[in-house]
C-alpha cells in the first residue's frame, strides 16, 4: 500500500510557495517545475493509451488515477519537460489524497498563489486547466 501525504494540501502547497519565493525569478522558477517532472516514475506502456490522454495539452500528456484505501493516486508522463513538470506538480499536491480534499481545494487560486499560469503560454496555462481537471473529473467519480 502506498503512504499516504504527511502534509495536507494547504501544507504542501504553503511549501511550494516558500520554494518558488526563494526562487525569485521566473527562469529559477521553470528550471524547479521541470526537475520536478525529471523526478516522476516512468509511466507503463500499458497506461499510455488514448483514454488517459490529457486533452487541450501543448505535449502529449498521460494521466492515469487509482483508488486505494479511499484516496485518489495518480501517475503521469509527457514527452514535453515543461509539461511532465506541471504534472509532477500537480501530483505533489494531488496523488494520495481522499476525493474530497481534492473536491475542497481551491487549484485556480493555487496556482495563481504559486504564479504559473501568468508565467506560461496560453496554450501551456490552458494544459494545466486541463490536467487539474482530469484529477477533480477522477475525485468526482468516486
Known sequence: MTTPPALSIDETLAELVEEFDLLGDWEGRIGYVIDLGKGLDPLPDAARIE??????????????????????????????ALSKGNIALLLKLYSGRAPAEILGFDARAALDRLGLPSALTRQRANGLNSMVGRIREAAAAG
Open 51 to 80: 483514454a488517459n490522454k490529457v486533452p487541450g495539452c501543448a505535449a502529449q500528456v498521460w494521466l492515469s488515477s487509482r483508488r486505494e484505501a479511499g484516496r485518489l493516486w495518480f501517475d503521469a508522463d509527457s514527452d514535453s
